[in-house]
């Protein structure tokens, strides 16, 4: 049997995305009942880059199974990341452990060490490409909170375009269907035109707008994100639009009364701090899920209840156009390529279109 | 419930110290009878700042209790410590574990974090403010090497102005009760007023001197810290004076036959190494008694045996005037204020009078 | 009863040998009769360089016998390393940790360490000195691999000069005895002269060779070690020879069915990528023994299984010529000599012979 490795969201179906949700409620109710599941199993955090709080997630996660944890956090000081092949170390450190999660600034890094893993990887980031349990973490919480995840208006605030906690969220919750949408941004930082291109396509209605103020009222949901400052087209555009897509007292006023507010943290400043005491600020709790989320994950895949699935893929003439891509340092990778979501050719690491 | 959380060791009664004491002892003596006591439950270590030695204490502590550890100890590579308030790194990591133990270079930085809390934490020093786990691991030291806590005559000798170990231990010792102080230092380097305030509001018997070689035959215990070169008001001084403060087996030959000496450490040269394989040199013992001693607070933090109690606070109208309180770099705390020990207003964080 | 550290292969012997490779090997084929014998056992890892490998393997071990870990791996953050003598550290360490396992850039730090620790010590190398536990590795993949340790014919290519872990490899299978040696390397990087008294003395047959590709086949097991380029006597002879060291597909059709190929990693470029799914290649496998053979080591120390015994020392009148030896930076170390293989003085860190 193929190893199950979970690289992107969609390596499962929607039917285990549901069995995901379902057990990690399970846990997050009744934790005693699965403090030895992963008894005897260890996992390593390969970080190679910093992400202390997504790492300390896992950790607990595990940890709250039985299971144990090795790993590095550090990459300046780790040999690991010195003179060695991503192939290298991956063979290696997988015959160590029973699981890997993994942590890359290069987009594909993480599908790369699957082709060489000797044991499951989960992909804890992979530079701008995917981010999965973040998106499960928002799944579960839509669950928890709101009880279902279909006929809401989600407002998606902030930086539309290249935030990929957005972009995944959207993709994912189009997969399930019923929901609509408002996107709250500036004219620079719309959602790129292949998530309308999904959402048109599963047929999610859509709707676009300049302020939170004048749409706060009609949502269900609202996902904030920040928008760096450097992200405006001008100064003068930032200090005089930033407070239009700040969330604060005044606007929650206008907002319904069972609004969820999530929120991928950390926040810097685009959600007043005077709002964490609002019982409609869920995003510590998104947080805190995140930890469930990854116990239902880490133990599916260590007990093999679900199903993941890796793209087929075909050997390409040229390497991928990218310049992110890990296909770009790590020499010996094969220059993969796989069929997209609307059946073009993508590099089967970052999932950049072929030229 | 209120959350019970030890950032002074004033936080709990002399009556629960005496529990903590005989706990400690007990684990001591039997340590397998614990080995599952904490099953089940995760300890985070945020070190804000390196201190490798307490921290590996704490863990080996959490681990023997059957405990389990995440955490963090290298600020500089943490992305928590980057951009993120104080309080949403707690807020998030106190919904992956069960307990904090939390190390921060800035003075009421624990006190701070425990107001936004969802688990205990547990001061593992703050700047120079408070280090209670190390009092905790001398009184215990005292008790195991002496038998008692109350009818010694204790010398105190090196930086008694700056050093926080000092006066913890001269404040727990006082209100114990029963005890002689000897003071040795330089008279730039002092115990501050306040210090000596406690001394004699408790009625314990103190006094002052210059050398250690005068005053060594009338101590029961020895408590040496270290003067930092630069803490002597001349260089001159400094090359006439060192000598003066460092244990050698010339001292230790007119010492007690029972005389214990202790050393927070590390230790540069205050101390020489020809003393370690003395009897009375405890110093090493009193490091091993550390992990006791925290195994002990742990358990009963989380087996809530023991009362925790913050003192009541109220909200003044300006700021802390210590500039190394937390209170000025984490904006949104509310500006508390408490009464210390003589009724006077002081920073609820960091204990500085109130102007 | 003495404390058994083991800081070099031979204080263990040939037949302590054969019951750590017995007990590796099972352990590697029946791990779950493993999964508690170290519970309540602490190892305290303490890498004063960093080696990710090694630390996770060590790590690894200790969790997969149910024990559990603590420790630094990054001496530049860590406070134990800034202005702490090692004899300190080590006495505050051992009091926590049933067991340390030391690495350190100073050549006989570990011996040092184990005159001062209150439990076992494993060295993880010191320096260019020792890594017993690597060697332990090869001997135990050479055990799976060939089914035996005499009878071979054994090339070793590359850097035989600096190369520790052939050093011992070779003084290791000189004890068991019964193989021959190929020694294939330029001549200003040939095998040191007390490595071949070595093989003389123990009547192994040995010849040396320019190239790899005039005797691979020839071998039924080939040790790859990398050359750096600066060791090499010119450039120009860096860029005609170095091919002549690399093992390569072409290379590989002229050697036998069951040739093994060993490296002790990481490889640079020494062994082309393209030889990785020879079945012939066995470093991948070789690697994920280290931590079988760790396991084995950590549980015989712990249950006391196997006879440590260190080498007799004397007191010498000067010290240590080697100035790279740990004698050099920790002043309070005793001048330590003892008899080395030969029945010459040697240093007892570092074994540097006596002037």
């Known amino acids: 049997m193929a190893l199950r490795h979970l690289i992107d969201l969609n390596d499962c179906t929607v039917r285990d995305w549901d069995e ?59 040999s690991v990341s010195k003179g060695e092949s991503l192939k290298d170390t991956i063979r290696i450190v997988s015959g160590y452990s029973d699981i890997i999660v993994m942590r890359h600034p290069q987009e594909g890094a993480t599908k790369a060490a699957s082709l060489f893993s000797l044991c499951p990887i989960i992909n804890a980031g992979d530079g701008g490409h995917m981010h999965p349990t973040q998106t499960l973490t928002d799944l579960l919480t839509l669950s928890i909170e709101k009880g279902s995840l279909s006929g809401h208006t989600i407002g998606l605030c902030g930086d539309l375009r290249y935030g990929r906690t957005v ?22 930082l719309t959602l790129p035109q292949y998530v309308k291109d999904i959402m048109q396509k599963s047929g999610c209605e859509f709707s676009e707008a300049n302020t939170l103020e004048e749409c706060i009222g009609e949502l269900d949901v609202l996902y904030m994100t920040r928008i760096q400052r450097e992200r405006f087209s001008t100064p003068e555009a930032y200090e005089c639009q930033r407070g239009v897509f700040v969330l604060d007292s005044a606007k929650m006023k206008k907002a319904k009364s069972d609004l969820v507010v999530l929120h991928p943290l950390p926040r810097v400043d685009e959600i ?15 947080a805190a899920n995140g930890m469930y989320a990854r116990m239902a994950l880490i133990l599916n895949i260590i007990e093999e209840n679900i199903e993941l699935t890796q793209p087929e893929v075909t050997v390409g003439a040229s390497n991928c156009p990218n310049p992110r891509c890990i296909s770009h340092s790590e020499h010996y990778l094969p220059h993969y390529f796989k069929a997209d979501a609307i059946g073009k050719s993508a590099c089967a690491y970052c999932d950049e279109k072929a030229l």
Chains 1, 2, 3 share one sequence.
């Open 20 to 78: 995901l949700i379902r057990l990690a409620s399970d846990i997050r109710l009744n934790p005693t009942d699965y403090l030895s599941r992963c008894r005897g199993h260890i996992m390593a955090t390969l970080f190679y880059e910093p992400s202390t709080r997504t790492q300390m997630s896992f950790q607990a996660a595990m940890l709250r199974l039985g299971g144990q944890i090795i790993g590095f956090d550090n990459p300046v000081n780790s």
């Open 167 to 188: 972009h995944s969220l959207v993709t994912a919750m189009c997969k399930i269907g019923g929901n609509k949408f408002k996107l709250i941004s500036t004219p620079e």
């Open 272 to 286: 007043a701090i005077e709002i964490d005491d609002d019982p409609r600020a869920a995003y510590f709790r998104q």
